[in-house]
């Protein structure tokens, strides 16, 4: 049976961290797009400005996005900081006026910079780290869970309790979750220990919460891409130093860093029917970086 061109017709994703058109969760909104989806994205410029690669034009980051998908196919968009404790609820209201409800929910916010090694660390770092890109995934998953389901949980879990299904699931596991990991499990990333910290804690616990949201017609997985050059590794805004990571990269198979399209590709596969079987997996998609 051939692809349809546009798989996600009617659905609606929401998409986090889209607040430039050189990053990750540009791509992935313009990608929802191109496969028929309404698409609602997440942005806080703010967070951009503090950095060496600066902020972006929203107006064109909404035009990128918007000439790309099909006819009357909706879009929205909000400014909102995600280390605001009820931030996740007030996002995922202002995402299901879009159309009625959230079918695809793609964590790629991210908090950058600001980090050090184990001898810088300090409570306020550790902290700033997790509430974006730990603690605020996680509100967000169960907010969109909860729509999603109809279902919200009043009483503790026992530990060790295994959810209860409904029967097979594979007629009506439609809802999709990605998470943003990074590459912390491949190898030493000196200097970002808040950061990656706060991205191992979502890799750790992907198999636990997507057990518990397969239960309720969702499949969770998480992503990650790799070394994607989205501004931090070009030369004139780059935060590292960049001569050794360029010859490196040069030896790998591909000979380039990710584009922000690559792992693009991929979430959008993930979110069709297609990618129904794969659930609750780690995935990392780095043209043979890691090799």
Not at 95 to 111: E, F, K, M, P, Q
Not at 143 to 158: I, K, V
Not at 196 to 211: E, F, I, N, R
Request: glycine share 12%; aromatic share 8%.
């Amino acid at each position: 049976m051939p692809f349809p061109s546009s798989p996600l017709l009617g659905k609606t994703a929401l998409v986090t961290g889209v607040s430039r058109r050189k990053g990750i969760g540009f791509a992935v909104a313009r990608r929802f797009a191109e496969l028929g989806a309404n698409v609602f994205i997440q942005h806080f410029s703010p967070h951009d400005d503090e950095q060496p690669w600066g902020s972006d034009d929203l107006g064109e980051v909404r035009t990128g996005i918007t000439s790309a998908q099909i006819e009357n196919a909706t879009f929205g968009d909000v400014s909102l900081d995600l280390a605001v404790p009820d931030s996740a609820g007030v996002l995922m209201e202002a995402a299901r006026s879009l159309s009625g409800g959230v079918d695809i929910l793609v964590c790629n916010h991210a908090r950058s910079g600001s980090d050090g090694s184990i001898f810088n660390m300090t409570p306020e770092l550790l902290d700033g780290h997790w509430q974006v890109n730990t603690r605020s995934t996680l509100l967000l998953t169960r907010a969109f869970a909860e729509q999603y389901s109809g279902h919200w949980e009043s009483t503790p879990t026992r530990p060790g309790k295994r959810p209860t299904h409904a029967g097979p699931v594979d007629e009506f596991a439609t809802g999709r979750v990605i998470w943003m990991t990074s590459g912390q499990l491949h190898g030493p990333m000196q200097g970002e220990v808040a950061y990656a910290t706060s991205k191992a804690a979502l890799a750790g616990v992907t198999p636990t919460v997507a057990s518990e949201l397969l239960a309720r017609g969702i499949i969770l997985n998480t992503v990650n891409p790799g070394p994607v050059n989205t501004g931090y590794l070009d030369p004139e805004t780059t935060d590292r130093p960049l001569g050794e990571i360029q010859e490196f990269v040069r030896n790998t198979p591909f000979g380039r860093f990710g584009y922000p399209a690559d792992p693009a590709r991929l979430i959008g596969w993930l979110a069709t029917d297609e990618g129904r079987w794969i659930v609750g997996q780690v995935l990392t998609t780095d043209g043979g970086f890691a090799l």
